[in-house]
């Protein structure tokens, strides 16, 4: 089992940043593959990036490329996702999500966080 909190959510104005943590315990983080999803009112979860085990490659949705980026410190047990340059279409609970496989499926994740609400204010 793997237990992941999502923290630094919050109000910010268009434009703004933010940077969302996410920390793991449990078994060892540093295999699994690591997400980043949201999820808006009325709306389906969304992919926004994703991060392999080691932190040499990474993936982002066309919506956040050049604006966000996913990082990890696997002696930290925690993963990142820096968020710049915010857009009020950014606003959604966003979860980290956490995977045994090298390039998983959204439904491929086996462990999710609670998630953690950021909402942008035009």
């Known amino acids: 089992q793997v237990q992941l909190v999502e923290s630094g959510g919050g109000l910010v104005q268009a434009g703004g940043s933010l940077r969302l943590s996410c920390a793991a315990s449990g078994r060892t983080f540093s295999v699994y593959t690591m997400g980043w999803f949201r999820q808006a009112p009325g709306k389906e979860r969304e992919f926004v990036a994703t991060i392999s085990w080691r932190g040499t490659t990474t993936w982002y949705s066309d919506s956040v490329k050049d604006r966000f980026t996913i990082s990890r410190e696997n002696h930290k047990n925690t993963a990142y996702l820096q968020m710049n340059s915010l857009k009020p279409g950014d606003t959604a609970v966003y979860f980290c999500?956490?995977?045994?496989?090298?390039?998983?499926?959204?439904?491929?994740?086996?462990?999710w966080g609670q998630g953690t609400q950021v909402t942008v204010s035009s």
């Open positions: 999500a956490a995977s045994v496989l090298a390039i998983p499926k959204v439904d491929e994740y086996d462990y």
